[in-house]
């Protein structure tokens, strides 16, 4: 793919995941107080929590160091994928982690916090930037390692 539609790609990716946390974030302050929860199905609850950390709750109270955090990672992954568009789907993770982190930043200057609304037993509550930032940071790791090889395996006999 060309760098240009590489950057095509990655901005798409990035508002799609925007988009949905966005939507996702506005739908659940609109149907629960904050602090209200809801038991999905088996110890996964929906919630309406405020973190002012970064994902996952971690390093909370924070603020401006996390958004200057923030604006520093997102410069050195912008840097990267510029000067890594030829490399195959380099553009899925970058999309992820960079609408993962607008989205997140987008509630932080809104509302000084961000909207946490899935919680698993035993995990802090997350969102749908934190879900595409996992994800993203698993995808690069992919990107840069490759597929896992068959090292020392039954197969090398």
């Given at each position: 793919?060309?760098?240009?539609?590489?950057?095509l790609?990655?901005?798409?990716?990035?508002v799609?995941?925007?988009?949905?946390?966005?939507v996702?974030?506005?739908?659940?302050r609109d149907?629960?107080?904050?602090?209200?929860?809801?038991?999905?199905?088996?110890?996964?609850?929906?919630?309406?929590?405020?973190?002012?950390?970064?994902?996952?709750?971690?390093?909370?109270?924070?603020?401006a160091?996390?958004?200057?955090?923030?604006?520093i990672a997102?410069?050195?992954?912008?840097?990267f994928?510029?000067t890594?568009?030829?490399?195959?789907?380099?553009?899925?993770?970058?999309?992820?982690?960079?609408?993962?982190?607008?989205?997140?930043?987008?509630?932080?200057?809104?509302?000084?916090?961000?909207?946490?609304?899935?919680?698993?037993?035993?995990?802090?509550?997350?969102?749908?930037?934190?879900?595409a930032?996992?994800?993203?940071?698993?995808a690069?790791?992919?990107?840069?390692?490759?597929?896992?090889?068959?090292?020392?395996?039954?197969?090398?006999?």
């Amino acid at each position: 793919m060309s760098p240009s539609r590489t950057s095509l790609a990655a901005a798409g990716a990035a508002v799609v995941v925007v988009a949905l946390d966005q939507v996702s974030k506005g739908l659940v302050r609109d149907a629960l107080e904050l602090g209200e929860r809801h038991e999905l199905v088996a110890g996964v609850r929906l919630v309406n929590v405020r973190n002012s950390g970064i994902a996952f709750g971690f390093l909370s109270g924070g603020g401006a160091l996390l958004v200057a955090g923030t604006a520093i990672a997102l410069l050195a992954l912008v840097f990267f994928f510029v000067t890594h568009t030829g490399r195959p789907l380099v553009w899925l993770p970058t999309g992820l982690m960079i609408g993962g982190a607008i989205g997140n930043l987008i509630d932080r200057a809104r509302e000084g916090s961000v909207t946490d609304f899935v919680k698993f037993p035993h995990f802090p509550a997350f969102n749908v930037a934190d879900m595409a930032i996992t994800v993203g940071v698993v995808a690069l790791i992919y990107v840069l390692e490759g597929p896992p090889s068959r090292r020392g395996g039954l197969d090398a006999a």
